[in-house]
């Protein structure tokens, strides 16, 4: 049940991505909709052309949960540094890279974790309750990001998903730490 709280909270924070950092792009960053289009779509080419190679150097090298919380890491920096960096292109693209990778070094890891600890008869309820948690994810997000920007701007939320995407970083690796302790 911890990991999928931390799912959740995981992924409160990334979809942030595809919600609210497009609005910002536009209205503090004063990017065309177009190269937010782009942006965007860099993600999904990012994916399809790296994902599954990286996934399958790094797979089987660690414990996966090692790899969840790198992953959260790079996702944690690249929201914090919306706060510094100039607001050029060369700055979204690279923050887009870092979400990105966040992703891909997080994502098949988890559904692995997931997966690993299910059997034949119980494989359905593990896999409602992961994606209850990414559904639950996808509704509250915009409802937070939104009430945060409202409360204190882009750069509070910025600050908050940085810290919220540590904080959940820092739970997977406790999570790695009590199952190799408990499996080993």
């Known amino acids: 049940m911890i990991f999928i ?6 992924g409160m924070c990334f ?3 595809f919600i609210m950092q497009p ?9 065309s909709e177009q190269f937010i289009g782009f942006l965007l779509a860099l993600n999904g080419v990012l994916i399809a052309a790296v994902e599954m190679v990286l996934i399958h150097s790094l797979e089987g090298k660690r414990n996966g949960l090692v790899y969840i919380s790198g992953g959260i890491l790079l996702g944690a920096l690249g929201f914090v540094l919306l706060n510094f960096v100039p607001p050029t292109a060369i700055a979204a693209i690279l923050i887009v890279i870092l979400i990105t990778f966040s992703e ?6 988890m559904n692995s974790f997931w997966i690993s600890r299910t059997t034949d008869y119980n494989r359905g309820e593990y896999a409602a309750l992961y994606t209850m948690s990414w559904s639950a994810a996808q509704v ?3 409802f937070i990001g939104g009430e945060v920007i409202a409360f204190g ?3 509070l939320l910025w ?11 820092a739970g997977y690796f406790v999570l790695y730490k009590f199952t190799v302790k408990f499996n080993g």
Request: zero cysteines.
């Open 5 to 10: 709280l931390l799912a959740m909270l995981f």
């Open 15 to 17: 979809f942030q991505f």
């Open 23 to 31: 609005v910002f792009y536009k209205l503090n960053w004063h990017f």
């Open 104 to 109: 891909m070094m997080s994502m098949p890891f």
């Open 140 to 142: 509250f997000a915009p």
């Open 153 to 155: 701007g882009f750069t």
């Open 159 to 169: 600050y908050m998903l940085g810290a919220l995407s540590l904080v959940v970083a």
